[in-house]
Nanobody, 118 residues
Framework: QVQLVESGGGLVQPGGSLRLSCAAS????????MRWYRQAPGKERELAAA????????NYADSVKGRFTISRDNAKRTVYLQMNSLKPEDTAVYYC???????????WGQGTQVTVSS
């Protein structure tokens, strides 16, 4: 059974930091591209950050570039999203996504709430 379990969300003040984690099980983690999506209330889900299967390539939405960092530890089967200088507009449910490199398979986590408010 495949599971992607996010953790690390919560309430933080503007300018603060959070680190999200997504632990994967049931997949060969190193064969999957990993992404963090987010969905704010009343808005469509959007890609925040992506990382290649080996971790050598990353991409970011313009809105988070320079503030967020995606990374992964294939030995721990975990992907991270370090979020710094958080803004109220970063408030959203953050979802972990795994997409297979060699097959048409994809999985989603259940999401973790991030709220940026004073």
């Amino acid at each position: 059974q495949v599971q992607l379990v996010e953790s690390g969300g919560g309430l933080v003040q503007p300018g603060g930091s959070l680190r999200l984690s997504c632990a994967a099980s049931g997949i060969t983690f190193s064969n999957y591209r990993m992404r963090w999506y987010r969905q704010a209330p009343g808005k469509e889900r959007e890609l925040a950050a992506a990382i290649s299967s080996a971790g050598g390539s990353t991409n970011y939405a313009d809105s988070v570039k320079g503030r967020f960092t995606i990374s992964r530890d294939n030995a721990k089967r975990t992907v991270y999203l370090q979020m710094n200088s958080l803004k109220p507009e970063d408030t959203a449910v953050y979802y972990c996504y795994a997409g297979a490199v060699y097959r048409t398979l994809e999985y989603w986590g259940q999401g973790t709430q991030v709220t940026v408010s004073s």
